[in-house]
């Protein structure tokens, strides 16, 4: 009988905190209620010394799930540990994760302190942390590269001081897999005490090697894995939650440990990250990308028609991924409509099914056959998170050869209507800059991109932006039979949760007794030339 790998998702803290991967308080309940569906054993909620958002959130997810652990993050000092405790203190199973770098390289140039000094601090915060939580996990930051004798040394310092998980992170994602298989296995040798806590691995893929680290973590002893839905994370994303789980799954029969994932919600909660963040997946993903199942060369696809395991070691319905393409048309009813949606993995409530039908009715008329794709592209665009502030009534747009183009948009907020026009380089842009217009915030777009979300020429468009307002990134997406519209749409999201996070966050401020005082703000985000 294989050993139990704990999952430990850090989608909302390690994966949230990278750039344009940030999520509201709505969002991440909704991504924690499928985490837990999911069947995750621990859930990282957040940062709570971060931000007030971040706080919230760990309230919020500790308060509502009962069976996941909640995890919240708190460096090596008092005001952390409690703030972090603060927002775990409804959780059935709270865990305090408390960190501190450990490799020279930090010791020197970032926290400037000696290795006994950090030492102390370790034994300190993980003891003061065992006083409140009987959870704790500690990870020396940049254990990769900290000096192996000295890691040893911090991590008996952790677990004399009560911590009941390592974790030995890999921070940079520079370490090989026979590496970091032995740094695991040296410390289970060094380290007494070790048979009572749990060694867990968090690596990142910075040279593509995340999801194979984390193996070779666990061959060396490690079970506890540290993950995220889509390898989202800082710089190139921490180790896929759904790629682990898979390998482990399809090679139970070298593989040492079983997870307790339940495979077929992988997909739908791949999907619902994307929904929520705007971030995309390559097609080519590994388990959840559009063509990780799709046998496109004749010889493959005729020995896979003739029997399927000659080209495919695990099945779609497996990991969740819709399989028959064509499904609805422009006469199919609510019903149908519905019912499509539960086998996508969406369980719509009466009124999200009458909007979703709305949607759908307007697409069919314009477009023969609406595919799975379709189908979820319009809960990506029709269903808010945020507070729609403000709506797009009206678009035109007028283009020419010589590269000019004026855009008119009508938009309404609290029932009253504003109509602005600018003109710019391009199409979009000019549609944007009209947007600008209206909401008195502009933003700056970093990324654009385009792809026709179904097969044949009747394919609707789907954009994704993301547009930074105010120093922070939001992504748009949505999706239309016209690019022009699709692109206003989508900055028009992202603007929208700019607009939103602004707002809070001046709140925040004066709650906390900020200097930030909501005019110097509305000043500083006037719009300066145009
Ligand atoms: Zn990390």
């Not at 940079?172 to 040296?186: I, K, R, S, T």
């Not at 970093?446 to 990134?473: C, L, M, P, Y």
Request: proline share 3%; glycine share 8%; hydrophobic share 40%.
């Amino acid at each position: 009988m294989s050993e139990k790998l704990y999952i430990f998702d850090t989608t909302l803290r390690d994966g949230e905190q990278s750039p344009g991967c940030s999520m509201n308080l709505g969002e991440k309940l909704e991504m924690a209620r499928l985490l837990d569906r999911l069947g995750v054993d621990i859930i990282e909620a957040g940062f709570p010394i971060a931000s007030q958002g971040d706080f919230d959130a760990v309230s919020a997810i500790s308060a509502e799930l009962r069976r996941p652990t909640i995890a919240a993050l708190a460096r090596a000092n008092q005001l952390d540990i409690d703030r972090a405790w603060a927002a775990l203190k409804d959780a059935a199973k709270p865990r305090i994760h408390t960190f501190l770098a450990t490799s020279d390289i930090h010791l020197k140039y970032k926290l400037r302190k000696t290795r006994e000094e950090i030492l102390r601090m370790i034994s300190w915060a993980v003891g003061h942390a065992s006083s409140l939580c009987p959870d704790v996990e500690f990870s020396p930051e940049d254990a990769g590269r900290t000096d192996r004798s000295y890691l040893i040394e911090c991590c008996h310092a952790a677990v004399e001081a009560g911590a009941t998980v390592l974790n030995l992170p890999d921070t940079v994602g520079y370490c090989l897999q026979p590496e970091y298989e032995e740094m695991f296995a040296d410390v289970k040798a060094g380290v007494p005490g070790t048979e009572k806590v749990v060694l867990s691995t968090h690596t990142h893929n910075d040279l593509g090697l995340a999801v194979a680290n984390t193996l070779a973590g666990i061959r060396g002893g490690a079970r506890q894995v540290e993950c995220t839905i889509n390898g989202i994370g800082e710089r190139a994303g921490n180790a896929a939650l759904e790629e682990i789980v898979m390998a482990l799954y399809v090679r139970h029969d070298v593989e040492p440990v079983h997870t307790d994932i339940h495979t077929e919600e992988l997909y739908p909660a791949s999907q619902l990250l994307i929904r929520l963040t705007g971030m995309q997946v390559q097609r080519n993903k590994a388990i959840v990308g559009l063509n990780a199942f799709a046998h496109e060369a004749g010889i493959h696809q005729d020995g896979y028609l003739k029997n399927a395991t000659t080209y495919e070691i695990m099945s779609p319905e497996t990991v969740g991924m819709p399989t028959d393409h064509i499904v609805l048309g422009k006469h199919s009813g609510r019903h149908a409509l519905a019912n499509r949606y539960r086998e996508l993995g969406y369980d719509l409530t009466k009124p999200e099914v009458e909007r979703a039908y709305e949607l759908f009715t307007k697409l069919a008329d314009h477009k023969k056959n609406v595919y799975d794709e379709d189908l979820i592209s319009i809960v990506n665009e029709g269903f808010e998170h945020i507070p729609e502030l403000y709506t797009l009534k009206l678009l035109e747009s007028v283009s020419n050869s010589e590269g000019r183009s004026t855009a008119t948009v009508e938009m309404e907020k609290d029932e009253q209507c504003s109509r602005e026009s600018a003109t710019a380089e391009g199409p979009c842009d000019a549609a944007f800059r009209a947007i600008d217009r209206v909401t008195g915030i502009p933003g700056t777009v970093i990324e654009f991109s385009v792809h026709s979300v179904s097969s044949g020429a009747d394919g609707t468009a789907e954009v994704v932006i993301r547009a930074r307002f105010q120093g922070k990134e939001f992504s748009g997406k949505s999706t239309s039979y016209n690019v022009i519209e699709a692109a206003a749409r989508a900055y028009l999201q992202a603007a929208n949760k700019g607009v939103y996070e602004i707002r809070r966050s001046v709140k925040d401020a004066a709650a906390t007794g900020g200097s930030v005082h909501e005019n110097e703000l509305v000043d500083r985000l006037l719009p300066g030339g145009y």
